[in-house]
């Protein structure tokens, strides 16, 4: 697992309702099996989060339950937890964010991971082209996807090849910073 789905910032405003209890995992595909999660969910708390305020509701245990089993009435307890902390849940665990009535808004940092070979749901390399990427640790760089991953996913093809080059390269070259895999350095594209 070492893509950032979608990295996003929720604010949950008071009298907001409750969201209907739900598997992340969904997204991906009904079709993988159960025993291949993947997804992993990050869920930062930039203010407290408490039951008034709406915290993120999760039912543990669920990622084994028999996805044909209603949701509907399903008990859930809230995640409290002040500012600063994060809640850990799989893309299997049922959850959803809670009412708020409390009188502040409640706010998060959702970071969800898919696992390589998939499809994020945010398209990373629009949302951070490599122009600002470079611009990043590459820890980070590594994260929103700017290297190959399992051998060969992942890598790009220049629109304008330079003579002498391969014409399909690993995504660290459109950064620049690349000598992985046998590449010498190039101009960044
Ligand atoms: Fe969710």
Known sequence: MNAPSVASLRACHPAEKAQGLHR??????????????????????????????????????????????????????????PAGSVLLYS???????GANRAGVPRVGMSITYLLSWLRQEENQHLSCPPEVARTLSSEIQGLLGYTIGNGSLGYFSPS?????????????????TSRRGGIEEQKPF
Do not use: K
Not at 58 to 79: F, H, K, N
Not at 91 to 97: A, D, E, Q, R
């Open 24 to 81: 992340d995992r969904y997204l991906c595909s009904r079709s993988l099996p159960p025993e291949i999660e993947p997804m992993f969910n990050c869920m930062w708390a930039l203010t407290d989060f408490t039951e008034a305020s709406g915290a993120t509701r999760v039912v543990p245990g669920s990622q084994a339950w028999d996805w044909a089993r209603s949701l509907e009435g399903v008990d859930s307890i809230p995640a409290e937890m």
């Open 91 to 97: 893309g299997s665990i049922v959850h959803g964010g």
């Open 160 to 176: 304008r090849p330079a003579q002498g080059h391969p014409d399909t390269l690993p995504p660290e070259v459109a950064l620049g």
